[in-house]
Each structure stands twice: as C-alpha cells, then as structure tokens.
C-alpha cells in the first residue's frame, strides 16, 4: 500500500543510540495539498527537501554529481527534483497517492471519466487508445492524413487500416479534417464486407486548427457501438472559452488523447488520455500504458501536468481572454497586408470551425514558399513559427504569447510584402502550376502496414521505385503526416511530392537516405 514519508533532519548523536529515527510518517493530508500547491508538486517538493542518504537512481545524486555544462544552463534544481519512483511520489501504473490525486482533479476539469499522465507524449497515448479498442485483424478507420504515431499502432496492434481521404486545398497544400457521410459509407463498406470495426479514429483539430464534427461522429459510432478515439493533441484547451471549439469529450468522444505540452503549459513530452462513456475497457487501457509507457517516468513532467492543470484551473473561464485578443490582433495586423492569404473557412465549407489561437498565412502570391518565407522571418525579426508548409507557415498563439512578438511578425511580414510583391500573371500562373490532389489520394494497399513492417526488404534507386511495394514509412516533418506508408504503392504523385518539399527545404524523417536518392521497398 502506498505511504506517504519524510526524511527530517537527524538528530545529534545521543547516548541511547535506539532513540535517533530519521524517518517518519506523515499523512496524505498533509503532503496532498499544503498551501493549495498542486499534489503532485507538493509530494516531489517535499521529497526534494529531504536531509536524505541517498542510495538510490539516477547518478547525478540529486545534482551532487550532475554535468557541469547543463548546470551552467538550467542550474541545479532541475536535477534536484528529477526524482525516482520513492514511495512517496507514488507509482503511475498503480496510484494510489499523489498521482491518483492529480489524476482526479485532471478528469473532473477536463469532463472524463478518468484521465491517465503521460510521460511518452500524445504518441503513446494514441498507441495506447488504440491497442485498447482493435484486437488483430479488426479494422480501424482513420484519415489517410493521420499522426504517425496511429500508423506505428497499427503495427503494433495487427489491426487493418480502413482509410478516408480528407478534403485538400490544392491553393494551400493542406489536408482538411473527415466528414460524417465519409465515416458512414466506410463503416457501411465494413459490415457489407462482414468485417469487424474495432474503432473510429479522427484527428481533430489538425496541426492547421481545422476541426471535424466530432458530434455527429459520435452519434454514428455510438449506434453502430464503435468506439470514437480522438487525437486532440492540438486541442487541449478546447472547451475553456466560449470562442473556442468544443472538445472531444464535449462532442461525445471515448477515449481523447491531448498534448498538454502544447498550447497548455506543462514540460514537453508530457500529455492525458481521457476516458469518457463506458464504451471502452479501462483495465484494458491500463495494460495497453503499462506496456507502452516507460517504467521509469519522471517526476518533472508528472509534475507538470498536475501544474498545468492547476494553471487552468484557477480561472478556467477567463485564462485565453488575452491569447485570444492577441490572436484577433494578429489578424488584424497582417490581414490586409499586400500579397498575403490567411486560411480561413471559405477552403474548407465543410469544415467550419478553425481553431481561433492557430494562424496560417500564405505567401504563394509573392512568389515564396512557406520555408523561404520562414527563412526570411527569422533572419529579419527573429521570428520562429510552428509549422512551415509548401505555401505557407502557421503561428501558435498561446497563454505566453506577447503583443512585442505580435508586431514583430507583423513587421517582418510587412517587409517580405514589399520586397517581394509580384505581378498577378505570374501569380495566377504559379497558382494554376500548383493545383492538384493530396499526395496520397491514390493510394492502394498491397500489404496491410504490419506484414510490411515485417517483410523482407531492399533498397532501389528512387526511379526503380515506382509501382513498387513501399517498405518505409516517410514523411516530412512537421507535422509528421506520412506520404508513403509501408505497404502502400509507390505512386508518381508521392515521389514528386516528396522531391518537391525537400527541394523547398522540408526534413524527410523515416526515410534511409534522406536525400531520396534511393527508397525501401517490400521484397516480395
């Protein structure tokens, strides 16, 4: 059973040598919320403050013996609090204590029934959601334009991809969300086809801010009893301000799975698994974490969480009042500006709410890509974006955001319209040379991703590869959204897709020779 305890300072040595004690117990009471400071915050500050001999991991001791060069750059507190599973910090696969606490105050501010930390990131939390609805050989349906992270689930879990492809907007190079009747007609193809849908996978909002309708989503699955599994990692503060969309739970999800690193405020890598309904086996979820997670988390991002959702919790209504007023600001500023597009709902008519705190500007009609754009920004106003795209880059606003970086932007954009302006036949003619369909709208699976992952493999010249069986999961990165999938076809369409944003200064993650002069494929 879990015990709280502390290390006090030892006494002076006395006569009777049995009457020294250098640890007592202490409730949970006591350590759960001194000063109203988060639990699990309190709990790895109290244990930090130990007059403790230590005998235990990691080997910098509690920054005793902690490299010098990180010393200099974060100092030593860090390392003081970057603690390990003592009994008193609780253990995440079985709380009972400060973690539970957290955990608690985490699902009744977020709407769920129970939310689990993550110390592996929203990828893990996917995983786990995953493994947890779909047994082998069930079929998930998911959009073609999904995280990675469900593409390395569906390897690990044996399930059958069923995939939707998302509305594109050939002007922005920029994949939208699913629809209602998409879902419908796959789960109907499904059944006709007397196969098993283990779960309904939706990414919402996407990297851009583009929101699907989760709500009618749900509905359809919930009559069909699938499972709805929502990657939000963009959206964990939906449902904090009435200018901001609803969230997943809200809009009746099972199971959402949030970065809350992202636009919220906890330490990078750390997210929440939410639960919601009975649909889902918790126990089930339970395993899936236990086996995925590390058993070894730290403390600092457990920790983090439980801030973060303090932050929140402490004006729940009110905390994006500024970010929001900063991100109109923003709108304002750079809207009008020359030669500029800014990504709304008219490209997207069945997707009509966009993320309010996720700005995408397009630069096409001066002639730039995202990436020369980008370039430009950061040399002339130190300027550093989220997500730089072929046509365009997007901005985060968040709780930290400043009106100073605000202009900025705005100035350095301003600069890029007047040095850069060009002529509407030149633009209209790189608009009509862009235009087609997504990269992957083609697709045709020869091998489900599992049987690909395991297969025999070599390597060809990337010329020798097309029509070929991929064998190699490739993507630039951000957002992390693959173009060739193992299994898949290798299409002309996805290699000049891949040459061109690599040419345009995008990072090919997945593939073995970055430079794609030669590709994997299944040798079979």
């Not at 305890?5 to 009777?16: A, L, N």
């Not at 600092?300 to 970010?323: C, H, M, T, V, Y």
Request: proline share 6%; with cysteine; glycine share 8%.
């Amino acid at each position: 059973m879990w015990q709280e305890r502390r290390v006090i300072e030892p006494r002076k040595k006395q006569q009777d040598a049995g009457s020294t004690r250098d640890r007592i117990l202490i409730t949970n009471s006591e350590i759960a919320q001194p000063n109203s400071i988060p639990p699990l915050v309190s709990a790895l500050k109290t244990c930090a403050h130990q007059n403790a001999a230590t005998f235990h991991f990691p080997g910098h001791n509690r920054g005793r013996a902690a490299p010098s060069s990180l010393v200099h750059l974060i100092g030593l507190k860090p390392f003081i609090h970057d603690l390990p599973e003592l009994p008193e910090l609780d253990n995440l696969f079985s709380p009972e204590g400060p973690i539970l606490e957290a955990q608690k105050l985490a699902a009744k501010l977020f709407g769920s029934s129970e939310t689990w930390f993550l110390v592996g990131g929203t990828t893990c939390g996917i995983q786990a959601a995953i493994l947890a609805t779909c047994s082998p050989g069930d079929y998930l349906i998911l959009p073609r334009n999904s995280h990675i992270s469900a593409i390395s689930a569906i390897v690990l879990s044996g399930v059958i991809p069923k995939y939707i492809i998302p509305d594109y907007d050939c002007l922005w190079d920029i994949t939208a969300g699913v629809t209602l009747s998409q879902i419908e007609k796959a789960i109907e193809e499904l059944h006709m086809e007397g196969q098993k849908v283990g779960a309904v996978f939706i990414t919402s909002p996407t990297y851009h801010g583009i929101c699907s309708n989760l709500t009618d989503i749900s509905k359809l699955c919930h009559s069909y009893e699938i499972p709805v599994i929502v990657d939000e990692a963009h959206g964990a503060h939906f449902g904090f301000h009435p200018q901001l969309p609803s969230s997943a739970l809200q809009q009746g999800a099972d199971l959402a799975v949030q970065s809350t690193h992202k636009v919220l405020c906890s330490l990078t890598q750390s997210s929440m698994l939410h639960m919601s309904g009975n649909i889902v086996d918790r126990e089930r979820i339970c395993r899936c974490l236990q086996t995925l997670q590390s058993t070894s988390p730290s403390y600092l991002l457990l920790a983090s969480l439980d801030a973060a959702r303090a932050q929140l919790s402490e004006k729940p209504g009110s905390i994006f009042n500024n970010a929001l007023d900063l991100a109109l600001e923003t709108k304002n500023l750079i809207g009008n500006i020359p030669g500029i597009s800014m990504l709304g709902t008219l490209g997207f008519s069945n997707f009509p709410v966009i993320d309010p705190l996720r700005l995408t500007f397009g630069f096409w009609r001066l002639g730039l890509s995202g990436f020369e754009a980008d370039e430009t920004l950061y040399s002339d106003q130190g300027v550093i974006s989220e997500l730089v795209g072929t046509r365009s880059i997007t901005f985060a606003i968040n709780l930290g955001t400043c009106r100073d970086h605000i202009q900025r932007l705005a100035c350095g954009i301003k600069n890029l319209s007047e040095a850069s302006l060009l002529s509407f036949e030149k633009i209209k003619g790189q608009i009509e040379d862009h235009c087609g369909s997504a990269p992957f709208s083609d697709i045709t699976m020869c091998l489900n991703p599992r049987e690909a992952f395991f297969a025999r493999k070599r390597k060809v010249a990337i010329g020798e590869s097309l029509g070929k069986i991929c064998g190699e999961l490739i993507c630039p990165y951000p957002p992390g959204i693959p173009v060739m999938i193992p299994g898949e076809t290798i299409t002309k369409k996805a290699l000049e897709y891949l040459v061109l944003v690599k040419n345009k200064g995008a990072t090919i993650s997945g593939a073995s020779d970055p430079l794609l002069n030669s590709i994997v494929i299944c040798d079979v």
